[in-house]
């Protein structure tokens, strides 16, 4: 995000880059899994972690995680609805972009060099960055539901009825609208999961990005793509769980590192 972490990635890490590069070439399917530290660059606080001096404070410091969970949609959805909305504004104030990093995963599918992009983020600037085979592990915040008959639509004129009043929101069979993304308390969904898991033992380069690998289940996906023979590559600022086992260990933003990554595939 600054220059150093640009230096970083043309200094110690710049080697790695290039042969990590060269395998993403040779392979015939790579997969990415990004987290929290692509979207933070964007201006959106992390959910967890420590608070810092020159960052935001974690979500779950100035926002309550029992408020938001299945139990108190389904006993309060008017309170859940005032405190989603307080929520969505201390994530996204008036709107976020996506930012390098999400650019460059959408360039490195655009040119065939990345066949899946696993996401544990639900801010939905993936998509918004152009790419398209995306699994989004715990939804988007950018779509709603209806939890009675599982219709969906955007979620930007839901929260608009929201802020007009209308709380809970509800869909035209009377069912109340729930955000699009997994609850405290819900599972997640099958379908995304079996997505990502078969992505992971199919692919040849695993790239973790921005993630501790901390929280399951997608701190599973490392383990099956590495046990499935992949190359694991994690580019994260702090250490992860996986930084022992990785084969490239980029310590490094990740909106310095992927540009790079994209650029060093051109040479
Ligand atoms: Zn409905």
């Not at 974690?58 to 609805?81: L, S």
């Not at 699994?135 to 939890?147: F, I, N």
């Not at 022992?244 to 909106?255: E, I, N, Q, W």
Request: hydrophobic fraction near 40%; include cysteine.
């Amino acid at each position: 995000m600054d220059g150093n972490d640009a230096e970083d990635v043309e200094g110690a890490n710049g080697a790695a880059l290039s042969t990590l590069a060269s395998e993403i070439e040779a392979a015939e399917r790579v997969v990415a899994l990004t987290g929290a530290g692509v979207s933070v660059p964007s201006g959106i606080p992390p959910f967890r972690g420590e608070s810092s001096d020159d960052g935001p404070d974690p979500v779950w410091e100035t926002h309550d995680p029992a408020d938001f969970h299945r139990r108190r949609f389904d006993a309060d959805p008017e309170g859940f609805w005032t405190d989603r909305l307080a929520l969505r504004e201390t994530l996204y104030g008036d709107g976020v972009e996506p930012n390098a990093a999400h650019e460059a995963l959408a360039t490195l599918e655009s040119r065939g060099r990345l066949d899946t992009l696993l996401t544990q983020n639900v801010d939905g600037l993936h998509a918004a960055a152009g790419s398209e085979s995306v699994v989004e592990l715990h939804g988007t915040s950018a779509r709603v539901v209806c939890d009675r008959c599982g219709s969906t639509g955007p979620a930007d004129p839901v929260f608009e009825r929201v802020r007009d009043g209308e709380r809970p929101p509800t869909c035209d069979c009377g069912g109340v609208l729930k955000p699009d993304v997994v609850l405290f308390g819900e599972a997640l969904p099958d379908e995304a999961f079996d997505r990502a898991q078969t992505a992971a033992r199919r692919c040849d380069v695993f790239l973790a990005v921005g993630s501790s690998l901390a929280v399951r289940p997608a701190a599973l996906l490392p383990e099956i793509a590495a046990d499935s023979g992949a190359t694991l590559a994690v580019v994260n600022l702090d250490e992860t769980e996986y930084s022992g086992r990785a084969d490239y260990d980029l310590r490094a933003d990740a909106t310095a590192a992927l540009p790079a990554l994209v650029a060093a595939l051109d040479g």
